[in-house]
């Protein structure tokens, strides 16, 4: 089995900085590319920011420039630091992950729980 376990939301006043964790375990022999989505109350869910294997990285429009995606290979652990948060970045933020159990094996979608960031003064 898989998991993905977030980490590290909370409550934050505008203008404030948290990092998330997102940490793999199980049966792994290989992760592919990981990402951040968020989804705020009565909306759809949306895509942060994704970063692959290699370390390339894409993030939406909104959260360039204050948002880092970083991943630890060895740890299986990818993190989203978040500076300059504003109200509107307030959602469950959830990792996901392309994952390959086994060699020559399919990789598989697995999701986290997520974890709740909210931003108000």
């Known amino acids: 089995q898989v998991q993905l376990v977030e980490s590290g939301g909370g409550l934050v006043q505008p203008g404030g900085s948290l990092r998330l964790s997102c940490a793999a375990s199980g049966n792994i022999f290989s992760i592919n590319t990981m990402g951040w989505y968020r989804q705020a109350p009565g909306k759809q869910r949306e895509l942060v920011a994704t970063?692959?294997?290699?370390?390339?990285?894409n993030y939406r429009p909104s959260v360039k420039g204050r948002f880092t995606i970083s991943r630890d290979n060895a740890k299986k652990t990818m993190y989203l630091q978040m500076n300059s948060l504003l109200p509107e970045d307030t959602a469950v933020y959830s990792c996901n992950a392309d994952i390959q159990s086994g060699r020559g094996a399919y990789y598989t979608a697995y999701w986290g729980r997520g974890t709740q960031v909210t931003v108000s003064s």
């Open positions: 970063i692959t294997s290699g370390g390339n990285t």
